[in-house]
């Protein structure tokens, strides 16, 4: 199957930074995150209630909708804060957030895991000289997330491909389990650091932020 | 259409629709309450949560929204339409926006209903919160309060975006197809916000002759016309009001999904509504329509109203009781004026270019209290003000020199000006009055508020305006200056010292004669200058 693959571009300002990638990742987080399932006889489950909460950007005018999962919003602060020390004040770089499955494998080899969803979010980071371009830029980048949000609603409600509903031994090759509230398809978040030359640094940050079967 | 549909799939397939209808409804409506809205996660599913969403039911919501669908169920040519509109203190009205809940023709025969609908149903509702806060009309309605109010109307039928003015944009939130018809949620917002003239807005004639609005009078003043909707500013009852509207709410069937992970074609959902949660039933299908016969049931228009219909027992008593908890409740105590001569004022009120300033340092929450706090206060000064007896100058200077700055905290000493021994103190009581209707200082009051001051004031100023004069005295407060023990401030000062006697040498005859004098002498100064020149000369040289 092929992955799917979103690209979303913004330009922000440095201290946007933050607040509009949450704001993305948490929109796409809110439409592929579930309620934590209960497995019961028969190969039955049910699902928990997934919670949502209004934030408020304070440097942008704008408000999104995250699920209501303390766990998952200090995940995604934590990914979104080490790209945005690594971004400099004039750069540009590139938050990846991608689904994947794990598949097993077997021994020796290890698990396979398979991205059916990748979400690529372009950062385009600006200087403005003085206060009343930056009160322009709020209301303007205010506007471009609300465009964004819409794309990914546009892409989301195609009803593409998602991962079939798994039995219990194999759920964790699906979700991710380890939250209390909730439970996102399994994901990881990446980025990467375009120097001022558009070329990509050799040294490229991967960090994998959740594996739940990491042995 | 249905042949391929099993009965309990198409039972399922309905109540799905409807629930879905309900919940969209609840989510726009409170995405423009003006304040954040926030909803735990559960990981136990508590089975009332449909589409494994916590998203609270507010009963008159639910209620209207009932009321309009009146038994049916959103199918093609027949949708479900949401209004948001805004309504201004002054009676100006404008359409925001109109969410469609639409059914097409368009079938996905091989779906599964219990499995696949529900999830997809589950993910557009989340696309609705998320579209929700992208509209422009959420912001407008975050800062609704004493300016303006935000309005929601439901009805059912077909859609009406007349109202929406050039230029308005449609956003899909997405679409889920199913085996009789493909859902489609979109919203079609306004782009020009131009108002439109309040004569313009009477001329659409109400459908129906129903009792509007038997509450305190919108801030618009008079009757609200029927095809207004209702505020958006409702604020949950606590525990124990829940029982308003017990009928409506236990009339929802509960939800307890539960999902097989077999393969999908064999899938087995149970719903079945839970025995603790309904106590008295009522069905939809047998709720009487509450109108008076003969009405056109597809294009009901939600109104405040106060109908009691004969049927729809405790309804009357569900209706005002809500009602008016919709008047007091809420964010900003409402759009509405809940007591008379108090206005609401809003935490993060913006005016609109038409409307008069704002209410500065006033939060929504403490209105009443500040309200009555200012008054208290006002109170208190008038009554000093009366009580003290300028016999003594430097008494009344002091007091008199207890002016507040724009920016100074309030004194509570009293103040008069009446009679005292300064220049153009028949003015003095007029700058009082400045600075008592600073709106600066205070927030204005609402024009139908008796104020205490106005007759202080008036009995006030007849006593200081014994002395005229050719030109007013502008009321003068030096920023910044203290209100010290010291009577002389800087003010004072200088409305003392304003005209100093002129200096003896700049007067006419007398220069005149001193220059007579200066050449007079002239020659003799001119004799001893000569005489010292030698003097001179080694100063000079000392210099050099």
Same mark, same amino acid.
């Given at each position: ?58 440097? $942008?005018?704008?408000?999104? +909708?995250?699920?209501?999962? &303390? ?5 995604? #602060?934590?990914? *979104?804060? @080490? ?37 690529? $979010?372009?950062?385009?980071? +600006?200087?403005?000289?003085? &206060? ?5 830029? #709020?209301?303007? *980048?205010? @506007? ?72 | ?544």
């Amino acid at each position: 199957m092929n992955c799917r693959s979103e690209v979303l571009e913004v330009t922000v300002e440095a201290r946007q930074v933050e607040e509009a990638m949450l704001a993305l990742l948490h929109t796409i987080l809110l439409h592929r995150s579930s309620g934590k399932f209960h497995y019961k006889k028969e190969g039955t489950y049910s699902i928990g209630t997934v919670g949502t909460l209004d934030i408020d950007c304070d440097f $942008i005018d704008f408000t999104f +909708v995250r699920v209501s999962s &303390e766990e998952l919003d200090r995940v995604i #602060r934590k990914a *979104v804060s @080490e790209f945005k020390d690594a971004l400099s004040s004039d750069g540009m770089g590139q938050i990846s957030l991608e689904f994947y499955q794990k598949k097993k494998s077997r021994w020796p080899f290890s698990d396979e895991c398979i991205p059916w969803e990748v979400w690529s $979010i372009k950062v385009n980071v +600006v200087n403005l000289a003085n &206060e009343q371009e930056r009160q322009i830029c #709020r209301e303007k *980048v205010g @506007e471009k997330l609300g465009e964004k949000v819409i794309n990914v609603v546009e892409v989301i409600n195609r009803h593409e491909y998602l991962p079939k509903m798994p039995t219990q031994s194999d759920v964790d090759n699906v979700f991710d389990t380890s939250l209390k509230d909730v439970q996102p398809y399994l994901y990881k978040i990446t980025y990467q650091i375009t120097d001022s030359l558009g070329t990509s640094v050799s040294t490229t940050m991967r960090r994998l932020i959740k594996d739940t079967l990491a042995l | 259409m249905d042949s391929g549909l099993s009965p309990q799939d198409k039972k399922d397939l309905d109540k799905f629709i409807k629930f879905f209808a309900l919940k969209t409804v609840q989510v726009i409506v409170q995405a423009r309450l003006g304040e954040k809205i926030g909803t735990r996660s559960s990981s136990s599913p508590t089975g009332s949560d449909w589409f494994n969403l916590a998203i609270k039911d507010i009963p008159e919501v639910t209620h209207e929204a009932k009321k309009a669908l009146a038994g049916q169920l959103p199918g093609i040519g027949r949708s479900m339409c949401v209004e948001i509109s805004l309504k201004t203190s002054e009676g100006d009205s404008m359409e925001l926006e109109t969410w469609c809940l639409e059914m097409n023709e368009k079938c996905d025969k091989d779906i599964k209903v219990s499995y696949t609908v529900y999830n997809r149903l589950s993910v557009l509702l989340k696309s609705l919160l998320a579209i929700t806060r992208v509209t422009p009309a959420y912001k407008l309605s975050r800062k609704q309060g004493h300016d303006y109010v935000i309005l929601y109307r439901i009805y059912f039928g077909e859609v009406q975006l007349n109202g929406l003015g050039e230029g308005f944009q449609m956003v899909r939130v997405g679409v889920v197809g199913t085996p009789v018809g493909t859902v489609t949620l979109t919203c079609a917002y306004r782009t020009n916000l131009a108002f439109m003239s309040n004569r313009q807005f009477e001329r659409s004639a109400p459908i129906m002759g129903i009792i509007v609005d038997h509450f305190v009078d919108p801030p618009g003043g008079g009757p609200r016309p029927v095809n207004m909707g209702h505020p958006c500013n409702y604020r949950a009852p606590d525990e124990d009001d829940g029982g308003q509207y017990a009928g409506v709410q236990d009339s929802q069937e509960v939800c307890t999904t539960s999902f097989s992970t077999s393969p999908p074609s064999q899938c087995v959902c149970t719903l079945s509504p839970s025995p603790s949660k309904l106590s008295k039933p009522l069905p939809l299908d047998s709720l009487p329509l509450p109108l008076a016969p003969g009405l056109v049931t597809h294009t009901l228009y939600a109104s405040r109203l106060s109908y009691h219909p004969p049927a729809f027992a405790g309804a009357a008593e569900l209706c005002h009781p809500a009602a008016n908890q919709v008047l007091h409740a809420g964010k900003d105590h409402g759009g509405v004026v809940p007591v008379p001569g108090q206005p609401p004022h809003g935490a993060d009120a913006h005016p609109t270019a038409e409307n008069a300033a704002n209410t500065p340092g006033s939060s929504g929450e403490d209105d009443g209290l500040t309200h009555s706090g200012e008054r208290r206060r006002r109170r208190r000064r008038d009554e000093g003000r009366r009580s003290a007896s300028p016999s003594d100058p430097v008494v009344s200077l002091n007091a008199f020199t207890r002016k507040i700055g724009a920016f100074v905290n309030k004194p509570n000493a009293p103040v008069t000006a009446s009679s005292l021994d300064l220049p153009f103190a028949a003015f003095a009581p007029r700058g009082l009055d400045l600075e008592e209707n600073d709106p600066m200082v205070q927030p204005p009051d609402s024009p139908t508020c008796p104020s205490p001051l106005q007759a202080s004031l008036h009995s006030q100023g007849s006593e200081g305006s014994g002395q005229q004069d050719d030109f007013v005295m502008v009321d003068f407060r030096p920023a910044f200056s203290k209100d010290d023990l010291l009577p002389m401030d800087l003010g004072t000062f200088y409305r003392e010292f304003q005209n100093p006697p002129q200096l003896a040498s700049l007067s006419l005859h007398i220069s005149a004669q001193s220059m007579a004098d200066d050449l007079d002498s002239l020659p003799e100064k001119l004799a001893v200058y000569e005489k010292n020149i030698d003097e001179f000369d080694a100063f000079v040289d000392m210099l050099q």
